[in-house]
C-alpha cells in the first residue's frame, strides 16, 4: 500500500488551500519569478510557520533576503521573536563555491539535529555569477564544470528530501528573451535561470508573476494537482488571496 504524501504548513491559510495540504516534504519545491515578486516571503512564512513549532529549519539565504524585521511582522508579537529565531540555522554563502561547501554541511545538520525544513533562497544567483565569469573565460569546459556542480548541488539536495523526508524549498530567478511566435511576431519570453536542471529536479513548481502591482502565484508543476493560479497582495502578517482563477 502506497504511503499518503506528507506536507507541512505553507505558513498561509490561501497558500495551504492553494497546494491541498502545504508543500510536500519528500521533494523539492521550486519558486521563480523576478525580483520583488514575493519569493522571500513565501520562504520567511513557511521558515517562521516551523519554527514557531519549535521545528528547526535550516536556512540557506545567498541574496541576503532573510530579514529579522520581516520576522517580527508576521509574528505580530515582538516577545516570540527570539524564540523563533533560535530554531532558524542561517547560512550565508558568498560565492558558488561556498554555496557548495554550505550544502555539504546540510547532511551533518539533519544528523545532528532534528531538521523539519531546508529552505534555499536562491539557488541561481551564486551560479549566475560563476556562469558569467566562466563565459568571459571563453572555456567551454569551465562552462560545462560550473552547470556539472550546479547539478551535483541539486542531486544533493534531492537526495536529502528524499531520504530524509526534509520538504526542500529553493527560490530562483528568471531571464527574459525574445522569440517569435507562429505569426513571426517578437514575444518576450521569461524563464528559469538553470532551465532544465531546475525542472528535472523540481517535483512542484511555482511561479510568481508581478505584473504593474499585480501578483500572481501560478502552480506550473505538481506530481497530483492540475495547474492553477490566483492573484495575492503581501500583507504584514503574510499573504493573502486577492481572487482565484
Known amino acids: 500500500m502506497l504511503k499518503k504524501e506528507r506536507k507541512i504548513s505553507a505558513g498561509s491559510f490561501d497558500l495551504n488551500k492553494f497546494l491541498f495540504g502545504g508543500y510536500e516534504t ?11 515578486s514575493g519569493k522571500t516571503n513565501l520562504c520567511i512564512l513557511v521558515a517562521v510557520s516551523q519554527a514557531k513549532k519549535g521545528n528547526k529549519v535550516i536556512y540557506v539565504d545567498t541574496e541576503g533576503g532573510f530579514s529579522v524585521a520581516r520576522v517580527e511582522q508576521i509574528l505580530g508579537k515582538p516577545e516570540e521573536v527570539e524564540n523563533v529565531l533560535k530554531n532558524i540555522f542561517l547560512l550565508k554563502p558568498t560565492n558558488f563555491k561556498e554555496q557548495e561547501e554550505a550544502f555539504g554541511q546540510l547532511l551533518k545538520h539533519v544528523k545532528k539535529e532534528d531538521i523539519s525544513l531546508i529552505v534555499v533562497d536562491s539557488i541561481a544567483m551564486l551560479y549566475r555569477l560563476e556562469l558569467g565569469d566562466a563565459i568571459k573565460s571563453k572555456e567551454d569546459e569551465k562552462i560545462r564544470q560550473v552547470n556539472r556542480n550546479l547539478a551535483g548541488q541539486l542531486r544533493q539536495l534531492n537526495e536529502i528530501s528524499r531520504k530524509q523526508q526534509i520538504p526542500m524549498i529553493i527560490t ?37 508573476k508581478s505584473d504593474r502591482g499585480r501578483r500572481t502565484v501560478v502552480l506550473k508543476k505538481h506530481r497530483s494537482l492540475p495547474e492553477k493560479s490566483f492573484d495575492f497582495e503581501i500583507t504584514n502578517s503574510g499573504i493573502r488571496k486577492k481572487g482565484w482563477i
Open 26 to 36: 519528500d521533494i523539492i519545491t521550486t519558486i521563480y519569478g523576478p525580483g520583488g
Open 172 to 208: 530562483n530567478q528568471v531571464y527574459a528573451s525574445f522569440v517569435k511566435n507562429e505569426q513571426e511576431a517578437t514575444e518576450r519570453q521569461v524563464s528559469m535561470v538553470g532551465g532544465d536542471l531546475l525542472k528535472y529536479w523540481a517535483k512542484c513548481i511555482i511561479e510568481l
